[in-house]
């Protein structure tokens, strides 16, 4: 059973910086792309960046490059998501998501929600003085 675990989530003032983390299991990590994704109240799921763990592989949606990182840890089996200079339009709860390695057409990943077939629970994150 696929399971994720985001954590790091919370408040923060304008400018700030926070490092959510998506916790997997080895099966996962190994045979899973994990993807971040965000969605406030009323809104689409929006993608922001994916990354197959195995090869460090990324694709980031255009508007989060350079100011979100993604990153993960071989290790731990851990995604993390650093994001910097928060502005209270990044306030939302924040996702992360498996999609699997064999559904993908190359050795990168792919940012099309409707692949991702597993999801965290979400951990919000909120950006205010």
């Known amino acids: 059973q696929v399971q994720l675990v985001e954590s790091g989530g919370g408040l923060v003032q304008p400018g700030g910086s926070l490092r959510l983390s998506c916790t997997t299991s080895?099966?996962?990590?190994?045979?899973?792309?994990i993807g971040w994704f965000r969605q406030g109240h009323g809104n689409e799921r929006e993608p922001i960046v994916c990354i197959i763990g195995i090869n460090g592989n990324t694709d980031y949606r255009d508007s989060f490059r350079g100011r979100f990182r993604i990153s993960a840890d071989n290790a731990k089996t851990t995604v993390y998501l650093q994001m910097n200079n928060l502005e209270p339009e990044d306030t939302d709860v924040y996702y992360c998501?498996?999609?699997?390695?064999?559904?993908?057409?190359?050795?990168?990943?792919?940012?099309?929600?409707?692949?991702?077939?597993?999801w965290g629970q979400g951990t919000q994150v909120t950006v205010s003085s």
């Open positions: 080895r099966y996962t990590y190994d045979n899973y792309a």
């Open positions: 998501a498996a999609l699997p390695l064999r559904n993908l057409r190359s050795d990168i990943c792919v940012l099309t929600l409707r692949e991702y077939k597993y």
